[in-house]
């Protein structure tokens, strides 16, 4: 193999490495109850027997709450004043997938429980959980600033009020008056992630300022519920979506806020890992301010994310929304609607098309086998191989008469010398054109497969389906699995080593050794070729252990596929055929490719650069 050749297969290892690097989850008695409380529902007509949801109330007064608590008299005069005093309580909202706890104090979503799943150390997987959450209006009363988080509301509505056939419903009352009020109103399916909100003023249009829109401040500290917090929070941060169906998000990386007016926002999703908190608003948010941040120091919680949101009132004098309390499945986030899917990142360009269309499919096909997800990412790979092995062929057959062709090079470069590299160049295209060798047909196969390749670098890390999906020792396909681990964090490695990532490793430097062979890369070059996977080590070995074992079936398979493309390859015809094309003339017809054609002409005129001499 030629230098420049070489040159280019290191190259594109150096891009492929950048790539990775910048693209770079007592109680049983309050169980008992609520079966209980549920069967009493059902027996006494109500809950219709084929629906699932319950609503109930939890006796959770915060003992502080019962302390006298003094008020200045002028607060309860003002607007919604009787509100700044109460007690805390819980409602409970439920079906067969969510188990959703409201609060009295803002009459807001106080936690989300995803009853199917559990965080990596198997707790309770609880979304948008605690204090830290918020949910409120802010709008203009008396000239007063009110803020409705910090409110107490009253639920109005008995311990459930069946709105249709399969749903529960729950009002939360921010009282004026008697007949002035704020209503939140709940509704939850007997299936499903999403969480009507209704918010219903009645008889303010006098006392609320503007109160054609109202201002939503809406914000949650992401808990840490996978195994690697750093993992966790390079893929945690807020997505949105526009009516026009255009998404976007802000930094993963960095501190970010971005203010949207120029279009309505469609949905906001305070998108984690595999799981997220989002709201949506059908006739969209006028005006949008986002902000992610991340505090290093804190091992508790990933990130805080906040949205202030405008929305208009509705034709009926409501505003409508929804909440999305779930898992970040494409098929899942497919089925809610308004583009939800988009918020998992699939690679930018290219990328993005080539898992949303070709790799999400085949891997949704081998899904309904129900086999095991290292046998399907196994399959998968074949397949992949399959597809690509024409490219594979050409590549091989391009090196190995390059490969032929290096003695006849070899005696050019101790003729020509390596004094005058751009002699020595043109001397080395006119071999090319006479052989009918292309000196990039071996690059260029595995360029066209580069983009394949890094796309299953977006593609595995965002697959929800390999969230703890254990196969051979790996306990889970959706993060690493260390063989070591320090107590300290090493540079450039971490506090760990990942055995899927050492043995992908030792594959690649095993195929670059064999890949030499086949080159016939000599002196400096041949050493050059092992730097990529050392780095590699480096950027995967805290990725996902499911796309370090398909990088590892890759190598695997194309060892095979070498072996059995060399069965088939017969060096002395190659050489034969080199020879027999040698001797025929160059048809000066015969169209030259548009970068054979260049690189001639750039060496033409870097010839006549270096031998026509300066004027003095």
Known sequence: MDKNTFT?????????????????????????????????SVKKGLIPKSAITTAKYVDT?????????????????????????????????????????????????????LKDYKTYNKKPLILFDGDKNS?????????????????????????????????????MRLSYSATQYIDYIYSLKGTGYKVGLT??????????????????????SAHKQEKDLEQERRYTT??????????DYLSETKDDQKEITDKKIQWVSFKAHFFSSGLIAKQGFNKSNLAVNTDVADTTNVKHMSANLVLAKNADGTFPMEFYFGPNRFSTLKDQGYGLEKQIDLGWGPLKYINRFAVLPVFNVLKKFNWNYGLIIFALTIILKLVLSPL????????????????????????????????????????????????????????????????????????????????????????????ITFSVSIPFIGNHISLMCLLMTISTLIYTYFNNQISGASGQMKYIGYISPILFIGF?????????????????????????????????????????????????????????????????????????????
């Open 392 to 483: 594979t062929y050409k590549s091989y057959l391009s090196m190995a008469k390059m490969r032929i062709l290096k003695p006849e090079m070899d005696e050019i470069k101790a003729k020509v010398g390596e004094d005058n590299p751009t002699l020595l160049q043109q001397e080395y295209l006119k071999l090319y054109k006479k052989a009918g060798v292309n000196p990039l047909g071996g690059c260029l196969p595995l360029l066209i497969q580069m983009p394949i390749v890094i796309a299953f670098f977006r593609f595995f890390p965002s697959l929800f389906e390999l969230r703890g999906q254990s196969f051979l020792w790996m306990h889970d396909l959706s993060t690493y699995d260390a063989v």
């Open 61 to 113: 007064t915060k003992k502080a709450a019962n302390k006298p608590v003094a008020v200045d008299s002028a607060v309860l005069k003002s607007p919604f004043g009787a509100a700044t005093v109460g007690t805390e309580k819980f409602v409970t909202l439920e079906n067969k997938d969510v188990r959703v706890k409201l609060t009295t104090q803002g009459g807001r979503v106080y936690s989300a429980e």
């Open 238 to 247: 807020v997505s949105y979506n526009n009516t026009d169906n255009e998404n």
């Open 199 to 220: 918010i219903k003023p009645v008889g303010l249009d006098q006392v609320i300022a503007n109160s054609s829109t109202i201002n939503i401040n809406w914000s949650s």
């Open 8 to 40: 280019g297969l290191f190259l594109i290892m150096i891009i492929m490495g950048a790539s990775f690097f910048f693209f770079k989850a007592s109680d049983s008695d309050l169980k008992k109850e609520r079966i209980v409380q549920h069967a009493d």
């Open 540 to 616: 995967l070995n805290s990725y996902p252990a499911g796309l370090n074992y398909y990088y590892f079936l890759a190598n695997m398979m194309t060892f095979a596929q070498q072996y059995i493309i060399r069965l088939m390859v017969d060096d002395k015809k190659i050489h034969a055929q080199i020879q027999e094309n040698k001797k025929k003339p160059v048809d000066p017809k015969k169209k030259t490719s548009g970068f054979q054609a260049r690189m001639e002409e750039m060496m033409r005129q870097k010839q006549q650069a270096t031998t026509t001499p300066k004027k003095k």
């Open 135 to 171: 949910f409120g209006l802010n709008f203009s009363a008396g000239n007063n600033s009110i803020n409705t988080d910090k409110l107490y509301f009253t639920p109005t509505t008995g311990d459930l009020q069946v709105a249709e056939k399969d749903s529960g419903s729950v009002t």
